[in-house]
């Protein structure tokens, strides 16, 4: 009975890192085709989604499948109940990558101006969400809770670019009357890259239920449920 337990739980990790990487490569292509106003490389993450879904239920049937046939206890219940909530979490991420996608192909984006995504802080926006996904990547695989911890601090830092690229999307706007809907777009965008961070957010506190048993999901002040996109 152990040795198969083991081996649910090894294909369930494998299954998660695998997702991780796919969610992480829809997010990294999704910058890159607004960097880029590249609409085939967008449609083709808008086409990935439905890889992004599927994967999620079959991740989701075999963690239910696990807990169902072997009823396990202590902390590889935690690991079931904690990836399964990291399953819940990529797709969620993964959604935002999709919409971000979408923007690029229903503007028919051309290549933005150059001064405004310096403004924008745009690459850091983007940079910092995926260095957050990735350190909380690390964290799992080597089940290090501080490097899960400070996760936190760093969605501060997405919080505070994403005021100011609303405040700069406003002056701007004001300045070139014939981009307001750009940047409403570009509004938009920068929203759901901030509430990536906050499922990125989740991520941690799962890591750190996994590894510790310690439950941390009221420990930030209560905010409002990111609303379906």
Not at 10 to 35: G, K, N, P
Not at 152 to 169: G, H
């Amino acid at each position: 009975m152990v040795k198969f337990v083991e081996k649910e739980l090894l294909t369930i990790q494998q299954e998660i890192r695998e997702m991780w990487t796919l969610v992480h490569q829809q997010l990294s292509d999704a910058y890159a085709s607004v960097l880029s106003a590249d609409m085939g490389l967008a449609t083709k993450v808008v086409s990935r989604e439905k890889r992004v879904n599927a994967f999620e239920l079959k991740i989701d049937s075999d963690i239910e499948d696990f807990i169902a046939l072997y009823n396990p206890v202590a902390v590889d219940l935690r690991f079931a109940l904690a990836m399964l909530k990291i399953n819940n979490n990529l797709e969620r991420i993964g959604d935002y990558a999709k919409s971000i996608a979408r923007f690029v192909i229903r503007m028919e984006l051309q290549p933005l101006d150059p001064e405004l995504v310096e403004r924008l802080q745009l690459p850091k926006m983007y940079e910092t969400v995926l260095a957050m996904l990735d350190t909380t990547h690390e964290a799992l695989n080597n089940r290090d809770i501080a490097q899960a911890k400070s996760v936190f601090e760093t969605d501060e830092t997405l919080d505070t670019l994403n005021q100011q690229a609303i405040d700069t999307l406003a002056d701007y706007a004001t300045h070139h009357p014939d981009a307001i809907r750009l940047c409403l777009e570009l509004t938009s965008m920068f929203r759901k890259l901030e509430r990536a961070g906050d499922h990125i957010n989740n991520l941690a506190e799962e890591t750190v239920f996994y590894i510790d048993a310690e439950v941390l999901k009221h420990r930030r002040a209560q905010r409002p449920e990111p609303e379906a996109e």
